[in-house]
Every structure is written in C-alpha cells, then in structure tokens.
C-alpha cells in the first residue's frame, strides 16, 4: 500500500535540488559517473529529498533504482541493491519484458553466485554487466537511503562503479545518518577520500533556519502562526522539518497539553491510534524495515480488512508509510521511543512471532533476519543455526565484513548453557570467525579470537602460523616474525607446516626489505618443501623471496634462475594460482630490480596468455598485462603500451588489479599531455583506494605531480609530492627516486616560470631524501642502483636550474638513460642540456643538435607537451627541427609505402578514420579517450604532411595492402 503523497511543501529546498539534478545528470558526460551524498540529522528531510530529485531525474528520462540498507548489523551483503532491483521489476508492465528478463537475469546472478578464484571482483563485474543491460543505454541513477548501515559488499560495489570500471553511464544518489558517522566507522573515511574527486559531491544537509520553520509550520497549519506559537514551535524544533511538521499538525489538530519533549509527542500521537493500529506501529517498529504486507499480517494476526484499516489508520497519522515491498516508520526515531514502551515479555513475543512467519517462508533468504528475531525473542538456540547459515551466505557472496558479524552472533549465542546442538564445536566457530575478521581486515578482532583459540586443545603450530598471518596483516611484523619463529620450533609442527611457515616468513622478510635473512629463509623454506608432497605453493612463494633476496644482493642471475625454476615447478603442477603467481614474480623481477624490460615484457605477456587460459584472466592476466604495459612505456614503446593496457581494461578488473592498469594508463595520458583522460584515471585510483590500498599512493601522487607540471599548476605538484613523503613508508627506492625528481622538477619549473616562489624548505627536503635514497640504493643490486642513478641524476640536473642550470650536470643524465635504453627521460635531458646550453651562449650548434634528437624521439613517442616545450624553445633560439623540405611527400617505406612512417597504433586510428568513424567512435572502439584519439590524428597529419581527414584517408587506401 502506497502512503499518501506529502502534503506539506518541500521548503528552503529548491536550489538544492536544482543543483543535485544537475550535478547527476546535467554535468555529467556521456560514458563518466557522479555521485552526490546528503549527510544530515535524522529528520532533517534527506529522504524527502531523494524522493524529490528521484522523480525529476524520471522526467528527464533517466532509469532510477531506489534501495535502502538495513538497521541491523548483520545485514545481507548487497541487499540495498537486491531491494532496488526486485521493487523495479515489480513496476515494470508487461510491455517492458526485455527490462524485466534482464533484472531478473541478474537477480539470479546473486542466487547461484559461488565462491571461485577470481573472488569478489567477478561478482562485481556481473553486476556491473547487469545493471548496463538493465540500464539499455539510459542514464542509471542509484538511489540510496539510510547509507549509514551499508553492508561491506554494497560498499565495494560503489566504489568500483564510481571509478567509471562498469562501462555504464552511472550516477549515484545516497542519504547518511551524520550522527552515526562516528569514530571508525567505515563510511567516513570512504567519504573523507570521496569529497576530493571532482565527480563527487558529498553535501551537509542543515536544519531550516528560522524564515523557512515558519514557513513550514505555516503551510501545515493552513495559516501563519501566533508569534507565540511559532517562536514554541522554533524552540522546540530547532528546524528540523520532521519535528516541526509534527509539532505544526499537534497545533492545527487542536492536541494541547503535549509536553516539550520529542518522546513525548510520538507517544501521545501512537495513544491516539486506534488499537489495532497501535498494534501495527508497534509490529513494524520491532521489525526489519521494510516489513513486507504478508509477514506483518502474520505477526500482528489481524484478519486482511482490519490489518489494511490498522495501515490507514497509521498512515493517516503520518508514522507509516507504505510502498510496494513493505511498511516502515515514517521516521525511525519513533521506534526508539516505542522499544522502551513495552514489557520485556511483549518484546520477545513480536520477535517470535517475526521469527515464526520467517520460517514459514523457506523460499526467501531471511537467515540474517531470522536470527536477528530469534535471538531477541530469547531463543538462542534457534537464532545459532540461522546466524550459521546467514554467515555461509555471505561468505559465498565475499561479504566478510558481513560474514564476520553473523561468525561472531553466533558464538554468542553458543556460549549460553545448552544453547548450542551437540553438532555445533566452538572451535569451529572460533576459527571461521577469526578468518572472516581477517578476510575483513579486523585484525585486531581476528587475534582476539586467536586468544581464545589457544587456551582450546589445538594444535600449537597451525596456530602458529594463523596468528603469524593476521599479526603480519595487522603491521606487526616484528611480532608476526617471532610467531613464524615459534612455528617452526613447536614439536608438534608437521613438515607441510614446517614449510608453510618458513615460505611464509621469507615473504615477511622481503617486504621487510631483510634481503639477506629473507633468502636464508627461502631456502630454508624450499629444503622443507622438497620432502612435503604437494607443497608447490610454498616453493613457488619461497622462490618468489630468494629470487628477489639473490637479484637485490649484487647476484641477478641467481636471482633469475631461481625464479625460472619456480616456473617450471609450478607448470608441473598445474595449479593455476601457482602458474600464475610463478609469472607474476618472474616477470617483476625482471621488469623492476633487474631491469631487463624488453624479456620482462614478453614474460609477461605469456604469462597473461597462459593464465587466461587457466581460467584467471580477470585477476592474474590483467596483472601480468600491467607490468608488461608499464615496461613498453619505460623502453618507448607507447603505441604498443596502449594496446596491451586496452586489452587488459576489457576484463573489468577491480581493486589492486584495476588500479594497475589505470595507473599505467595514466602514464601513458600523461606523456600524451591527454589531461581529461589522466584526471579521470587519478579520480577512478582515487575511488577505488578510499577503500584501503596505501602501496600504491607513490606512483599515484608522482602522476599527479607530472600532470599539474604540465598543467603549469607547480603549486599542486609541490603538494602532490610533499603528500607522497609524508604519507608513505615505502622502502622502495626506485618509486621514491621518481618522486623525488618530480619534486625538484616543480621547484625548477616554479623558479623558470616565476609563477610561484620556491620553497626552500621543501628544496632541503627533497635534497635530503634523494641522500638517503643513494645510500640504501648502495645495497642494492647493480640494476637497480642503475636506475636510481639516473633519477639521482635528474635531480642533480634539476637543482640546477635553481641557480644557472648545468649543461654538465644534463649530459650526465642523457648518458645514464641513453645507457639503460630510456628515451623518454632521455628526450627530456636533452631539451633541458639544450635549454642550458643556450642560456649560456654558447654551443649553440650543439644545442640544436640535441633538440632535433629530442623533438625526433618526443614526436615518435606522441609526447604532445613535451613535443611542445622543444618547438618553444626552438623557436625562441630559432633552431629548425626538421631537415626535410616543406613540399616534399613523406617518406616512403622500402617498397614505397607512404604508411611505413607511421606506428602501428597511428595505422589503426588511420584505417578508422578512412572508415568514416569520428574520434569518439574510434576512441570507443580502441578503448581510449576521444582527447588521446585527436593526439593521433594530429601526429598522423604531420607525418603524412596532409591537412584533412580525407587527404589522409587516401593515403590509406591507396597503400592499402591488397
């Protein structure tokens, strides 16, 4: 049953509302996502204003699922999603039968969903692929209330949709609690990270100030108030807009003699229903909103007329309000009132009464409920097996933040006397409790439980090596270190467990960055491994630390050979994580401490080909596909790096393995100077980090700093790498070089521009952790020291420029990236080499000479700002770039191909633009921004020497093969 529609005037809201349409809609373009939170006092009319917004963004033609998650902690993983789904397909007409296949197509997605390797992110694609078929190409808008009580799954989906990984134009509506925002709940942060992206709007909804109370108390009224009464009703309200219409009703109705407190009006308006619908308002009150027609029916025992009179009755009262899936309080403040208005027993007996008509529905998922009602009806022992059974449904859904509550309602409930069945070990619950806590990132939760764990007779050494694992996961990793230690002296350890603990401490030691101890262990690891059957995961993991402990202490081939043996280890068993862990490692090593990045990439690549078909494409392949990007980006190979990073973007990946790929295709964005394309991939890292993920906040902040450079914002680039040496612990020497350089570089491009001061603090920084980054690079293996070299180099060169730049100092850096096969730094050390050249006067040959190289390597590569930068400065020095006379054809290759110019890329976008296709079409069917497509045609212009699309196109076709 529908409630009536508001009466009272949505008051002092307009522009809100104007602005929220707006921002979800009108600003938002074709293919990107947006989202706007109203945080706000209870009653303060967030929920009146989704309803509001919801219905002009109908009008205007876009698709609105409206959803809202539960008051209870141990909610069913991605309910408000299933609500949303289920109550717009009972809208739908028996016209709109493709719609509704599709919404029940993935309703079922959720009931056969099971847990395979490719984890939670799989099910957040199918739902992602769902909701676009659902969508048919309208804007989607996802409707949220009560955002406060998110489960954790519902939470990960909407930062995954928000980081634009679900291809859906999609934006994102939601209302939150401000008051239960507190401590550590986990939404604040989310939303702390969310107010930076400029896709989203988190705004604070304020009560009414005194113009617009008087307002509203006048239009319930019917007329303005006494002065007196409205300065009663201001007081009382404090413009709250829920409790001034209630206390503008009590005035226009004639009820006197209420007291001054909000308790006392809900229970003076409840007194005033009549007693069956008393009934009603307490039954829902004690419920799980919203509380469907069928189960209050049975709950209340009311015969159908008189239970639809009682609805009424309670709706004309404003304190239900009724929609097709069921009835909830009009404001859940009145069911904080009510709960202490009945007696213990008549508590208990709603809830059984609740728990009763859930068990008569089988078919429905109401385990987490059922067992909410069980255990307040005071009927543990019937409330454990459904907490069990709600606890297994979320785990096979990846909810274990969810699956951790339901574990630990459960042993709750077991530990009251003769509550818990003869087949139910508290063991048992014990320990799949602390691995959900785990799984959740509740360490602390999860050790607790361990502690109890001990003092059952259990087996030392397993939990050992738990706790190790948790301790480790927690940042302890002195504690989890002696923990592995004692593993592996407890007597009773097996030789599997032996091994276990040893592969797993190695791994410790490494990201200790204890190469040496970390090696010892490795071996240690694999010697127990050779005489446990079925231990390839522990060698693999072993190797993966002495391959990296040999690489990093002066001995990369060892490094490699062990690795390579790994491999083929793993290939002999089969198992396909092991495979794809085994590449994974080797193709790391090779592209980042060794720095052999062209065998690093075919690794890599074959690596992705082989776990693909293994059945781990969209978590192990688009990994591999992402180091094998980032590794064609160092050696020049751009065009290249595109193709693999696009390919990999068509798995939808999400978390760390999406993040990888959008920052690798952030680089390349970057060097192409496409700005949209890299803001919107930084805002995508962005969303999906708010969730947790500080590994990667280095390179994202290097990103940010060499964007804002090129955007002459020096000021942002500073903040940018000042953030990154602040926030991060990383011991990563490589990634903090590069940053360091960024660094310098925005102090140098301040001085040069003289658009902001330089920060000398910041200069003295800098200087000192580039120091500091020298003396750890001493330990490292002579790759890596070569790389660390040449950003040391960099930022020498760049110091520079603070006071005279050195062309000494730029010749150096030229010759230690030309060594290592670099050419984009190498390009740009030549621009800087000549730009200090000619400050000087002198050379000036020389400084053309260098240019010409520079702009060769900058226009084969497609680096638009840096392309730009060298013609400044020729022009400036009157320097000619290109040998070739103006009106002479290109090129052509050795059998006369007018394309052999031309990179691979470039004579794809070009067979698309002969096709007719626009740059947007182009850039959809390559998988890249229309920005970085207009780069191409740009560069395709210039090589062939033409001016207009069609030109081009017949240069095309008439080198078309065949």
Known sequence: MASDVDTAPLVGRADLVT???????????????????????????????????????????????????????????????????????AELT???????????????????????????????????????????????????????????????????LLAGLGDLQLSVLAAVRAESLQGAHPLRRVLTELRRLRTVRVLDLAPLDRAGTDQLAAAVVGRPLAPEAAELVWQRSGGNPFVVEELARDLRDGR???????????????????????????????????????????????????????????VAHRLLVGADDGYRLRHRLVAEVLEHELLPAERAALHRRYAEALTSAPAELHQA??????????????????????????ERLHGWAEAHRHWSVALQLAG????????????????????????????????????????????????????????????????AEAEYQRALEAPDCTPRERATAAAHLAELLLHLGRYADAGRRAREALELSAAVDGST????????????????????????????????????????????????????LLTGPLNVLEEGVVVARRGAERVAELGLGRTW????????????????????????????????????????????????????????????????????????????????????????????????????????????????????????????????????????????????RLREVAERVARKSEHAARPVRDVVDGFLALCAAEVSRLDGSDPELWARSVAQWDRRHHPYPAAYSRLRQAEALLARRSRSATAGKLLRQAYQVAQGLGAVPLTSEIRTLAGRARVSLEDRPVASAPAAGPEGDELAVLTAREREV????????????????????????????????????????????????RNRPG
């Open 19 to 89: 602005a929220v349409r707006s921002a979800l809609l009108g600003e938002v373009a074709q293919g990107h996502t947006a989202a706007v939170f109203l945080t706000g006092e209870s009653g303060v009319g967030k929920t009146r204003l989704l309803r509001e917004v919801s219905t002009r963004l109908r009008d205007a033609g876009a698709l609105v699922l409206t959803g809202s998650c539960l008051d209870i902690g141990d909610a069913s993983p991605l309910h408000p999603l299933l609500q949303a789904l289920r109550r717009f397909d």
């Open 621 to 764: 392949e688009t990994r591999l596909l992402a180091i094998a990007t980032n590794g064609l980006f160092r050696v020049g190979q751009w065009a290249e790096a595109e193709k693999v990073v696009a390919a990999a973007l068509r798995h939808r990946p999400s978390g760390a393995d999406a993040v990888e790929l959008l920052l690798a295709r952030c680089r390349l964005s970057v060097g192409y100077g496409d700005i949209e394309a890299a803001d919107r991939d930084l805002d995508a890292v962005a969303t999906v980090l708010a969730g947790g993920g500080a590994r990667h906040v280095i390179p994202l902040l290097t990103l940010r700093a060499g964007l804002a450079m090129w955007q002459g914002r020096h000021d942002l680039a500073r903040q940018a790498v000042q953030r990154g040496l602040t926030e991060s612990r990383s011991d990563d020497v490589g990634i903090l070089a590069a940053l360091v350089w960024h660094g310098l570089r925005a102090e140098a491009e301040a001085h040069a521009s003289r658009t902001i001061a330089v920060d000398e603090t910041a200069v003295r």
């Open 537 to 588: 995961s522990e060698v693999v993991l072993a190797s993966a630390a002495l391959g990296f402990s040999e690489a990093y202490l002066e001995d990369p081939d060892a490094g490699l050979a062990v690795m390579r043996r790994a491999l083929e280890t793993a290939e002999r068993s089969g198992r396909p994580e092991d495979v794809a862990c085994a590449y994974l490692h080797l193709a790391e």
């Open 416 to 479: 009251g006397p003769g509550t818990r069945p003869p087949d139910v070990d508290r063991v048992t619950l014990l320990e799949h409790a602390a691995e959900a806590a785990h799984h959740c990132g509740e360490h602390a939760r999860a050790l607790a439980l361990l502690e109890e764990l001990a003092d059952a007779d259990r087996p030392s050494c397993a939990l050992h090596i738990r706790r190790a694992r948790y301790l480790a996961a927690a940042g302890r990793s002195a504690l």
């Open 369 to 394: 409920r059922l067992a909410h009602h069980w255990r307040l009806a005071g009927e543990p022992a019937r409330a454990l097996p459904a907490a069990m059974a709600a606890a297994r449904e979320a």
């Open 910 to 957: 070009l067979a698309a633009v002969a096709e007719g296709l626009t740059n947007r079409e182009i850039g959809q069917r390559l998988f890249i921004s229309e920005r970085t497509i207009g780069v191409h045609v740009s560069h395709i212009f210039d090589k062939l020497q033409v001016r207009t699309r069609v030109q081009a196109s017949a240069i095309f076709l």
């Open 94 to 160: 028996g016209a709109q039968a493709r719609t509704s296949s599709a919404v029940r197509s993935l309703l079922r997605v959720f009931a056969d969903e099971t847990a395979g390797p490719d984890g939670a992110g799989a099910l957040l694609e199918r739902v992602s692929r769902g909701l676009h078929l659902i969508a048919e190409g309208r804007p989607l808008v996802l409707v949220l209330d009560d955002l406060q009580w998110v489960d954790r799954s519902t939470r990960q989906l909407l930062l995954y």
């Open 256 to 314: 006197d003699g209420l007291s001054d407190t909000l308790r006392e009006i809900f229970l003076a308006r409840v007194d005033a229903l009549p007693q069956h619908a008393h009934a009603v308002v307490h039954a829902v009150a004690a419920g799980v909103e919203p509380v469907a027609h069928w189960l209050l029916a049975r709950v209340t025992r009311l015969p159908e007329d008189e239970l639809i009179e009682a609805v009424r009755a309670a």
